[in-house]
């Protein structure tokens, strides 16, 4: 057996296990509770009230402050690793069609997943052991660095152009609403179909949007030498609001990300896992 099909026989046994399952399950859960505290964070955004950093970082920090918030965010971080774990095993499987045939821009996307997954549970680790410093605060550090040396400014440019299509993305993914396909949808009465292609629809659209503005953000950051721009999703939540009717924006832009927290609860239930 090949070092190539001994890999794929594992995914394949890991991707079977109940445990894993339901820790994935679990994960998306407290996935959706993260994306709604990053929704609340947004909303004190728009209307200028001080908030910890506008993005996942911050909610969770939010989280870990919040009685028992340390065990959740510890709860997060396992669901979040196997849901790493889990897309892992679908980038090496890979997706079949009808025709039985793999769709290789769908392992593609699992490989892509594995990589949010993971940050995000090495995010929520962080702020379990209490780690002061802000992830917006890391990316603004990291790109002062890289515009301070050779060839970084073509780095930062690329990593924005690269943040700014997944955004576009993003809104794709959500308005054709292409995340029904890993839905049971059978399963599902029409009134919480209807209710949950809704969220997927404006949650996907809302976070494209976030991320949109937030690599447009690292372009003008290296154009203009500014690393101040290039803070991630807190610097695109201050830029809305700095905008006309930014609040109001911000408010919508809120009320989407919260849509996506409560598709995941949807998805905890019935994603083809």
Not at 82 to 94: H, K, P, T, V
């Amino acid at each position: 057996m090949s070092a190539v099909s001994r890999a794929e026989h594992t995914a394949s046994r890991a991707a079977n296990s109940p445990a894993l399952e339901t820790l994935t399950r679990a994960g998306f859960i407290g996935y959706g509770i993260v994306h709604l505290l990053f929704a609340w964070l947004a909303l004190q955004i728009a209307f200028g009230k001080p908030a910890d950093e506008g993005d996942q970082s911050g909610a969770m920090r939010t989280l870990a402050e919040q009685p028992l918030g340390k065990f959740l965010v510890i709860a997060v971080a396992v669901g979040l690793v196997a849901m790493a774990i889990w897309q892992l095993s679908e980038a090496l499987i890979g997706h079949t069609d009808e025709q039985g045939k793999r769709r290789v821009f769908e392992r593609i996307a699992s490989a892509f997943r594995t990589i949010v997954y993971a940050y995000f549970a090495y995010t929520a680790w962080k702020v379990f052991q209490g780690e002061p410093s802000s992830t917006a605060d890391s990316q603004q550090k990291k790109t002062e660095d890289l515009l301070a040396s050779g060839g970084g400014r073509t780095v930062v440019i690329i990593a924005g152009l690269a943040l700014a299509g997944l955004g576009i993305g993003l809104v794709v993914y959500g308005v054709k609403k292409v995340f029904a396909r890993h839905l049971k949808t059978g399963l599902m009465s029409p009134q919480t179909r209807k209710l949950t292609m809704r969220l997927g629809m404006a949650g996907y659209s809302a976070k494209g949007v976030a991320y949109g503005i937030a690599g447009l953000l690292f372009v003008v950051a290296a154009a203009t030498y500014d690393p101040a721009k290039a803070r991630g999703l807190d610097a695109a939540l201050e830029a809305l609001r700095g905008q006309a009717y930014g609040a109001i924006l911000l408010t919508l832009m809120a009320l989407g990300i919260a849509a996506f927290g409560v598709f995941c609860f949807f998805q905890s239930k019935y994603r083809k896992v």
